[in-house]
Structures are given as C-alpha cells and as structure tokens.
Nanobody, 126 residues
Framework: QVQLVESGGGLVQAGGSLRLSCTTSGSIFSIKAMGWYRQAPGKERELVASIFGGSATKYADSVKGRFTISRDNAKNTMYLQMNNLRPEDTAVYYC????????????????????WGQGTQVTVSS
C-alpha cells in the first residue's frame, strides 16, 4: 500500500503562484507513475500533469507553460509548481500514483492510477 498526503493549497490572487507537495509513504518502491488531478465543482476530474520514471512529464494543454511537475526521490515527495494562476484553476487538487510501468498503462484516466490522496483546495481570486 501507498499513502499520499497533499499540502500547499490555499487562496491566491490571479497571477500568483503556489507550490503543492505530495508526500508518499508505504510501498513507495512500487510507484511507477505519479500525477496531479483536479476537480472543480460540477466538473469531471481532470488530469493536470503526470510524471513517469522520475523525469518524463505530460501536461494538460490548459496548464502548459505555467505548471511544472517534479519529484524528489530522496524526500519521497512530488511537487506541482503553479505560476500565473487563473480563476479557472480553482479546484481541489489530488495527488495520485500508479504501480504499473508506463506503456502497460497510459495513465490517461483516473482508473489507471492505484492510489489517491485526500486532496487540497486551491482557490484563485480574480
């Protein structure tokens, strides 16, 4: 089992920045992929960014050039640096992890991930 705990959410003005952290514990050696999803009220959960093998990354078009996903294996922590935030970025952000190597799963939908955190709220005011 893997446990994921998010932190770093909060209230920020449009144009501001936040850095989300996801601390992992448990069977972390089994993790092959990690990602950040977000869900706004009344909307489906959306994949924001994902990272495979520690370095390969993918981003949603809506956040490219503004968000950066990274992992620090020594600290068992994944980050999402969010810059130039917009009101439409307001959502609950979830950390997620998968145990299958990329290629056996494409990690393109929530069901591809095995573990989920509780979420952290990000609110961007205009």
């Amino acid at each position: 089992q893997v446990q994921l705990v998010e932190s770093g959410g909060g209230l920020v003005q449009a144009g501001g920045s936040l850095r989300l952290s996801c601390t992992t514990s448990g069977s972390i050696f089994s993790i092959k992929a990690m990602g950040w999803y977000r869900q706004a009220p009344g909307k489906e959960r959306e994949l924001v960014a994902s990272i495979f093998g520690g370095s390969a990354t993918k981003y949603a078009d809506s956040v490219k050039g503004r968000f950066t996903i990274s992992r620090d294996n020594a600290k068992n922590t994944m980050y999402l640096q969010m810059n130039n935030l917009r009101p439409e970025d307001t959502a609950v952000y979830y950390c997620t992890a998968g145990a299958a190597p990329y290629g056996t799963r494409w990690y393109s939908s929530p069901r591809d991930f095995d573990y989920w955190g509780q979420g952290t709220q990000v609110t961007v005011s205009s």
